[in-house]
């Protein structure tokens, strides 16, 4: 048995079956897991994933592009001519 850290939840882990480096999730919270240690099994929370922070960073990047696309249409709009 291993203990999560996040909730204290009592999860049944056979060290048979895992490796140091392994992931797993909380049955009972969902934290993502990391296996840090195996006699006895030892959990700690999962170091966040580096390409998930690209991809919520992108989609942030993206709003802002759409905002400035909008703009500059706008200031295409007339030619730039005075009739």
Same mark, same amino acid.
């Given at each position: 048995m291993a203990t999560c850290p996040?909730?204290?939840?009592?999860?049944? +882990?056979d060290?048979?079956? +895992?490796?140091?480096?392994?992931?797993?999730s909380c049955p009972d919270c969902?934290?993502?897991?990391?296996v840090v240690g195996l006699?006895?099994?030892?959990l700690d929370l999962a170091p966040e994933?580096?390409?998930?922070?690209?991809?919520e960073l992108e989609d942030d990047d993206l709003e802002g592009d759409e905002d400035d696309d909008a703009d500059?249409?706008?200031?295409?709009?007339?030619g730039g001519f005075d009739e």
């Open positions: 996040e909730c204290d939840a009592e999860i049944e +882990v060290e048979f079956d +895992v490796d140091k480096g392994d992931q797993l969902g934290s993502n897991l990391e006699s006895p099994i030892e994933d580096e390409d998930e922070e690209d991809d500059e249409e706008e200031d295409e709009g007339d």
